[in-house]
């Protein structure tokens, strides 16, 4: 799993391709200040992609907690997984 910020930029998987290469999951934080931002989610996803064609994302606001529900969901999933 690799977290990244909106903060960042969205051509951060382009920049750094080994981090985002061999991980599932890709959490997107700070969602929230996505209206303050100049950040393309979809250009952020279509990178990304291009680099690990089967990465998973979840959306989230650590301050707010939006999407919390869906980071909680896929750590379920793993976990019945290793069962």
């Keep these: 799993m690799v977290v990244i910020s ?4 969205e051509d951060k998987p382009i920049k750094y391709p ?16 996505l ?26 606001s650590a301050t707010t907690g939006a999407g919390m529900d869906a980071w909680y969901a896929w750590l379920e999933e793993q976990r019945k997984m290793q069962d």
């Excluded at 909106?6 to 930029?9: A, H, K, L, R, S």
């Excluded at 080994?18 to 200040?33: A, W």
């Excluded at 950040?39 to 291009?50: C, G, L, M, S, W």
Aim: with cysteine.
């Design 18 to 33: 080994d981090m985002f290469h061999t991980v599932q999951l890709c959490m997107i934080n700070k969602i929230d200040l």
């Design 35 to 60: 209206p303050y931002l100049q950040f393309d989610v979809e250009a952020f996803k279509a990178y990304a992609r291009q680099v690990n064609p089967r990465l998973e994302f979840v959306e989230v």
């Design 6 to 9: 909106v903060t960042e930029g």
